[in-house]
């Protein structure tokens, strides 16, 4: 089912009267600073988490992790009194296929689900309290609870609802359907389904007179329920799959393990060669000087134990180790003299062992004596040469598999290595794998995925911290347009770090993402009149005949404008609009963009 409207009461700016937002396929919210347009996102952030994670004291919304921090329910009350109810309603099409093999469905074009949160007693958590869904704007099942104990909300069919009409007898409905009680129940604090009540009053009568019933008792506990769940679902699809950027995105380390990353975009791309493919084509229509490309990155903890492996297989360990970092390493520094002694720090049981290896072989060796007490205290550690770790700590791993567990301390990675393609350390690593010990750590090598960026003015890979910030915040935009497929996304912002005529670029983004293949939907928090003027020509050009190649066509029932500003008794949300040639319907509140004009002229 497609989201036609959201509805938010007493959430933050937002006051008592239930303020109506339009969702469209693209949506662009405009307003003043404080105006409420965040606000207006985090009412879904705050629902998603709730739906999915069944909590309703919401302090960091799942979908935004440290970026948001709503500070808790009474926080999210308008005006913070914890006597309030907070209200949030979603409205979508009916899409519900004919149920089978009764070849019926509820007969309703729209279906609104209106939810109250609020504390039932003083001493517990904020909960559902009741909620209501409207088919056709009429009320089709309310739901109440008055114990907070309860996993279930009582729920009541409004059989007198049109929808209801015609599909058994009336005076069936009558005789035998006011009987009828129902349990409503939640996935997290989302309706799921609602089942007959046969515990209750109307389900004992029910069954003293289940013979009688026929046709209606299979209506009844069977195939209403059915049509429920259809309804429930779609609208936990949509809050469950909702996705969401942050104003301020991800800033990428310079290297950069893409699945690790927070936004989900990142953790996509190297998966999908297509998606790669049209981020660059995208980031060449916008002329950035740049492209993608994904690269290996490997443990240096891992990768410090595969040398160690190899250097235990040359005949002589001392030449071993030079040759094995010189043709391996080339050109940069990974297993240093001080670098290996603190990666040894770092594992001090693997540490005591090896130290006391070399007490008892200095014991032994009246030579080493002699040569090492010249230089530093026998027993001070640093006395110890780097050949020797090496040579024991190699040992001792082979000998020992828990030392190759991946996910333990002696696998950690302090720092991220790129083994780049014009060296020889893939193979010598692909020797150690050969060997069985290393079974275990051969996922490491292929789990650390970094992107890095072709400078096409330089000729030479770069990496996203040697770029304009505009770059790294932008492309977390443009994988969600792409690498997403039918999800309400919300993003604050999407235009930040953008040169004006980026921001333009961006509305074909976003037109191509809701309105071709991807299908999704874009709640976007913008001050950018740079993107919408793209938005308005596209609509125009549609209009006109003359929309460019490869463009879908852009209509009015395809872009919501809204601008949201502070009212007497909350924040006001007024439906701007565009027509078919993607011109005002209504004026700017307060002669908004007109900075321009005013500076000049003024």
């Known amino acids: 089912m497609n989201l036609k409207s959201i509805g938010i009461s007493n959430f933050k700016a937002f006051g008592k009267e239930l303020q109506t937002v339009p969702i469209k396929p693209i949506t662009l919210v405009f307003g003043p600073n404080s105006a409420g347009k965040s606000s207006l996102l985090h009412s879904l952030l705050w629902l998603n988490h709730a739906t999915t994670r069944g909590e309703t004291d919401v302090f960091h919304p799942t979908l935004s992790g ?16 914890g006597e309030q109810r907070l209200k949030i309603s979603l409205t979508m099409e009916n899409e519900i296929p004919v149920l ?29 309290v009741s909620c209501d869904l409207y088919a056709d704007e009429q009320l089709l099942l309310r739901c109440w609870t008055c114990n ?15 929808s209801l009409g015609g599909i058994i007898p009336q005076h069936e409905i009558e005789e035998h359907a006011s009987f009828a009680e129902y349990r409503l129940h939640c996935n997290g604090m989302m309706p799921s389904h609602i089942e007959l009540d046969v515990d209750g009053p109307g389900g004992l009568l029910m069954n003293a007179k289940i013979e009688s019933l026929g046709v209606a008792f299979s209506f009844l506990a069977k195939e209403l329920p059915e049509q429920f769940a259809e309804i429930f679902t779609g ?37 999908n060669p297509s998606l790669v493919k049209r981020v660059n084509d995208t980031l060449a229509l916008m002329g950035v000087g740049h492209s993608v490309a994904m690269r290996d990155l490997i443990p240096t903890g891992f990768l410090e134990t595969a040398i160690l492996h190899l250097v235990t297989q040359a005949e002589d360990r001392q030449k071993g180790l030079a040759s094995a970092v010189t043709s391996a390493l080339q050109d940069w520094n990974a297993l240093s003299e001080d670098g290996l002694r603190h990666w040894m720090n770092r594992h001090p049981a693997l540490r005591e062992k090896i130290v006391e290896m070399w007490y008892r072989e200095i014991r032994r060796n009246r030579d080493l004596q002699w040569e090492f007490q010249q230089q530093k205290p026998l027993k001070d550690p640093d006395a110890i040469p780097p050949e020797w770790w090496l040579q024991e700590a190699a040992r001792e791993l082979s000998d020992n598999d828990s030392w190759m567990d991946p996910g333990t301390e002696e696998c950690e990675w302090a720092t991220t290595v790129y083994i780049s393609e014009d060296t020889g350390v893939k193979e010598a690593l692909a020797a150690a794998f050969a060997d069985k010990k290393f079974g275990k750590m051969k996922s490491l090598l292929v789990e650390h995925v970094g992107l890095r960026l072709w400078d096409k003015k330089a000729d030479a890979w770069v990496s996203l911290q040697d770029v304009g910030v505009g770059t790294s915040q ?50 976007l928090e913008t001050h950018s009149e740079h993107l919408l003027l793209r938005v308005m020509k596209r609509m125009r050009q549609t209009a006109d005949g003359t929309l460019p190649d490869g463009l879908p066509p852009v209509r009015p029932e395809d872009v919501a404008l809204l601008y949201v500003s502070p009212g007497p008794e909350g924040r006001v949300v007024q439906d701007i609009g565009l027509n078919e040639r993607g011109e005002l319907i209504k004026a700017w509140p307060g002669g908004f963009f007109e900075e321009g004009f005013n500076e000049m002229f003024d």
């Open 66 to 81: 440290e970026a948001v921090n709503l500070g808790g329910f009474e926080q999210c009350l308008n005006r913070k009194s």
């Open 100 to 128: 089978e093999p009764a070849g019926w469905r509820l007969n309703a074009s729209t279906f609104r689900l209106e939810l109250h949160f609020g504390r039932i007693l003083r001493d517990k958590d904020p909960t559902l």
């Open 148 to 162: 907070a104990e309860k996993s279930w909300v009582e729920a009541k069919v409004e059989w007198g609802h049109p």
């Open 235 to 271: 609208f936990n699809s949509v809050m469950g799959g909702m996705q969401y950027l942050p104003p301020l995105r991800e800033i990428p380390k310079r290297e950069m393990d893409l699945r690790s990353c927070k936004l989900p975009g990142w953790r996509w791309i190297d998966k």
């Open 474 to 523: 932008s492309l977390p935009v443009i994988l969600e347009a792409y690498g997403q497929y039918n999800k309400l996304i919300a993003i604050e912002q999407p235009e930040l770090h953008l040169h004006p005529r980026l921001q333009s670029e961006l509305g074909d983004v976003f037109i191509e993402s809701a309105l071709g293949e991807n299908k999704n939907t874009f709640l």
